[in-house]
Every structure is written in C-alpha cells, then in structure tokens.
C-alpha cells in the first residue's frame, strides 16, 4: 500500500525510527553536587557577613576600636571570601595569594579583639570572640592554614597568622583574670550597683563566649597545630574558672571541652601539667 503525504507517497510498512535533533554533550552528574556546594558556600559566607554586623554593631555602641576600623575590617573579610571563592586556587599558585589575604584578616580581627579586651569592651570582645567561632566552623581551611603558617613572615609581622591565638588567649585572661571592671564603695547607689552587675554579667558572658571560640579553633586544628593554642595556657585562667564554686551556669563544663581539646596535643598536655614526666600524676 502507498500513503499520500506531503512531499509525495512513500511506502506503507513498519514505522522507521525518526531521527533525532543533534544534542549536547549529556549533563554531567557532579553538576548537582556543585550546585550544592555552592549554596552551601553562600550560606557560610552570609553567616559570617550577619556577624561581622553584629560586632560592628555592638562595638559602635561601645564606641570601640572596631567602629572605627569597621571599613578596613569589612576590605579584609571580603578579600578573604573573594579569594576562598575562587575554588581552583587552592590546588593552584593562586593559593599563596588566597592565604595572604586570609592572614591580614586574622591580623585585622586580632588588632580590634585586642584592644577591645584592654579597653574592657566586653561586648565587642564577645561579638568577635562570636564571628572567630564562626568563621572556624565555617571555613576551617583559613584556620588549619593559619596554624601552618604561624612563623611565616608577612606583611603584618613576622608572627601575624599567630596574633589571631595570641588575641583570643590575651581576651580571656582579662576578662577572667583582670580587674577591669572595678567594684562598687560602700555607699554606693542602686543604679550604680546595677550597671556593675549589668557589667559582670556582660564580662561572663564574654568568657564563656571566648571559651566557645577557642574550641571550635581548636576542633579545626590537628593535634600538631594545637600548639600555637599555647598562649591560651601562659595565665591560670582555665585553672580560676575551674576553681571557682559550682552553680548554674557557671563556666565548668566549657573549661573543661576546651582543656580536653588541648590535651589532644602531647605539647599542650606538658604544658597544662606544668612537667614532661609520663608518671605524672595529673
């Protein structure tokens, strides 16, 4: 049998298998994986935005160092980010210029932790102690490359990836330790009592923040990279906030994550016991 079509008859028979249109090149299966990560990356880095704002915020109300410093602040985490983004670069000679520019971030948070600490800004020091924490879990790479790269000389000092630990170890021995706050005389009114109590309870939330911050750093790091956690050992403070009486809400239980995160490391072990001895009976 014959069938009229357009273009002429052609022969009634089996249906003939129609030609398809040329296509590209098949979707690769690691294409959803990429996506993930990268909506995860953005997430991280929105995070670590949302706290960087909240440090600015809290050091403006304390009029801290940090507010004035807020817009080289801010340079530093975007050059940091804008380098962490740059995927390849990590397994390329890009990577150098990447870890420079997470160094003068650690420089630049170290400097405004400092000094917000020596001036008792407690909520500055807590906000920092904050987006250090944040920062870690969610880029643990710049912490882990920061330890590896404590003793490389740069362009902010010969020790600058280090100032970030020494900062956090200098904040908690003077929340914990110095007495910046003051005490009330004898005479002294409510309102004055109050804002001193106001004030030691923002300076403990500091410490415990602090603590936070100093374990999460040190979840990041490898037993041998614990060692530049050092300074946080230098002043009995774990030992004060350890000492002190038990009750709700005291600082126990953080001290002691963050002394079992340091004893991970053989150094630190040595270090805490103040002795090298294996039979030492600590």
Do not use: K, Y
């Not at 069938?3 to 690691?30: K, L």
């Not at 704002?53 to 602040?73: C, I, K, Q, T, Y």
């Not at 706050?181 to 409510?190: H, K, M, Y």
């Not at 002043?235 to 809400?249: E, K, W, Y």
């Amino acid at each position: 049998c014959r069938v009229e079509e357009r273009g002429g008859p052609r022969p009634c028979g089996p249906a003939s298998t129609p030609t398809r249109a040329p296509q590209g090149p098949a979707p690769s299966a690691s294409a959803p994986l990429l996506a993930t990560s990268a909506a995860a990356e953005a997430r991280r880095r929105e995070a670590l935005l949302r706290e960087l704002a909240a440090w600015e915020a809290a050091a403006v109300a304390e009029e801290a160092s940090v507010a004035a410093g807020r817009f080289a602040l801010r340079d530093a985490v975007d050059r940091a980010l804008q380098g962490t983004n740059q995927r390849e670069a990590w397994q390329s000679g890009a990577a150098t210029e990447s870890g420079a520019d997470v160094r003068a971030l650690a420089a630049v948070v170290a400097e405004r932790i400092g000094e917000a600490a020596s001036s008792a800004g407690w909520a500055a020091v807590h906000r920092g102690a904050r987006f250090v924490q944040v920062w870690a879990g969610s880029f643990p790479r710049h912490i882990s490359e920061l330890a590896c790269g404590s003793r490389s000389p740069s362009p902010h000092g010969a020790s600058a990836s280090s100032d970030l630990f020494e900062s956090l170890a200098h904040a908690l021995h003077t929340a914990v330790l110095d007495d910046a706050v003051g005490r009330p005389c004898a005479d002294a009114g409510a309102e004055a009592r109050g804002d001193l109590d106001a004030r030691l309870a923002q300076r403990r939330r500091c410490c415990a923040q602090l603590l936070e911050a100093l374990t999460e750093v040190s979840a990041r790091l490898r037993p041998a990279e614990l060692e530049v956690l050092a300074p946080a050992l230098r002043r009995p403070s774990l030992c004060a906030l350890l000492a002190s009486t038990p009750q709700p809400g005291s600082l126990h239980e953080p001290s002691l994550r963050l002394l079992w995160m340091f004893v991970q490391s053989p150094a630190l072990f040595a270090l805490a016991h103040q002795a090298e001895s294996e039979q030492n009976p600590l």
